[in-house]
């Protein structure tokens, strides 16, 4: 039986199961812990590496160097110093020579006045102060050398209301005659609907003496109505008085110098351009007053004729309830291309330019 033990050993499929078995076995007795193997030869030596902490201190930077820089300033000697106040001394004399912006009043009228406010700033503040009136005026240097026309005939729309409903017609016609006179006759009358409630024709007649000055009214009538009704002024420039005469009676006062009627101040602009003179009396032929016109501005205006370049200059009186308004075209030396009058209770009424015919004095 044991010669059938050895030869079975040599049996390959004997011996691998034998092998097999005794692997199993030795796994198992390393689990149980009862074989202990040493792997430790297969680690790799450890290094020890000691570490120490310390803190960091930065070396002072040398800036405390820098401080030597105002040792320079010290080493300079008192004595430069008093040059350098001499020498300030004469920049102080061209600063009083800053009075050449007074030269600017060149600029002539005195309408500004409220811009000299800014005066009270430095020089940089009067650079404005020539700059803004310069629109104002711009206009009176370039027409300083116009020729007054020798005849003006102007046609108007005569609007009333917001929206400017259009009520009648009115034509101007101003001529000046070769006798040293002139005549202006103005002629107004209610078109369309409107002429249902406004009938007869306004009529405006202005007569007197071209001067070196400009317009002198002799007389003025205002016509109106059916009935008639009239209002005239009769001008004395020798005696220097003045008879208004209405259907009430007539009145005579002391004639202001430079007095206008209602058509001839308009009319006047060709002759002493406006803002040289603003302050204006004025007769309608039932009273003279005086009327202090202002400066609106410079603006554009939309006609029938196309659009115009105007001056726009107002009159309030002293309630401030009525307004008189007037656009005077620059292209056409200051002839009215545009009225409007605001009444107390704020209706409007305005003449608007459809057509202007002019001939120049020969």
């Known amino acids: 039986m044991l010669n059938k033990w050895i030869a079975s050993i040599g049996n390959p499929a004997i011996r691998r199961a034998a092998l097999a078995l005794l692997l199993s076995l030795l796994l198992h007795l390393v ?3 009862f074989v202990h193997v040493d792997l430790s030869f297969l680690e790799p030596e450890k290094e020890t590496v000691n570490v120490r902490f310390a803190e960091l201190v930065k070396p002072p930077e040398p800036v405390p160097e820098e401080p030597s820089l105002p040792e320079p300033p010290a080493d300079e000697p008192v004595k430069p110093s008093e040059p350098e106040q001499v020498e300030s001394q004469p920049q102080d004399e061209p600063a009083e020579m800053d009075p050449e912006p007074e030269r600017s009043p060149v600029v002539e009228p005195v309408l500004e006045d409220a811009s000299q406010q800014p005066e009270t700033g430095d020089v940089a503040a009067d650079v404005p102060e020539e700059i803004q009136p310069e629109p104002a005026y711009v206009p009176n240097v370039v027409d300083a050398d116009a020729q007054p026309y020798n005849f003006v005939e102007s046609e108007f729309d005569i609007l009333r209301g917001a929206d400017g409903y259009k009520v009648g017609q ?13 005549l202006l006759v ?23 003496l071209v001067t070196e000055y400009g317009l002198q009214p002799h007389s003025f009538l205002y016509q109106y109505g059916k009935r008639n009704k009239t209002q005239q002024a009769v001008l004395d420039w020798e005696q220097g008085r003045i008879t208004l005469e209405t259907d009430k ?57 196309g659009a115009m370049r105007v001056m726009h200059i107002e009159n309030i009186n002293d309630d401030g309830e009525e307004k008189t308004e007037l656009w005077l075209a620059l292209e056409y030396n200051y002839l009215p291309v545009k009225i409007r009058k605001t009444e107390e209770d704020g209706s409007v009424i305005e003449q608007v330019i459809t057509s202007i015919n002019t001939e120049f004095l020969q």
């Open 170 to 182: 009115s034509k101007v016609r101003y001529e000046a005659r070769g006798d040293g006179t002139y």
């Open 249 to 305: 009676g007539s009145k005579s006062s002391r004639l202001p110098a430079g007095t206008q009627d209602l058509l001839s101040f308009m009319y006047q602009f060709m002759y002493v351009p406006p803002l040289r003179e603003m302050l204006l009396n004025i007769t309608n032929g039932k009273r003279l007053k005086a009327y202090n016109y202002s400066f609106v501005g410079e603006e554009d205006l939309s006609t029938k004729m």
């Open 186 to 208: 103005s002629e107004s009358e209610a078109k369309g609907f409107a002429s249902w409630f406004i009938s007869g024709t306004l009529l405006q007649r202005s007569e007197g």
């Open 31 to 33: 689990l149980l812990g």
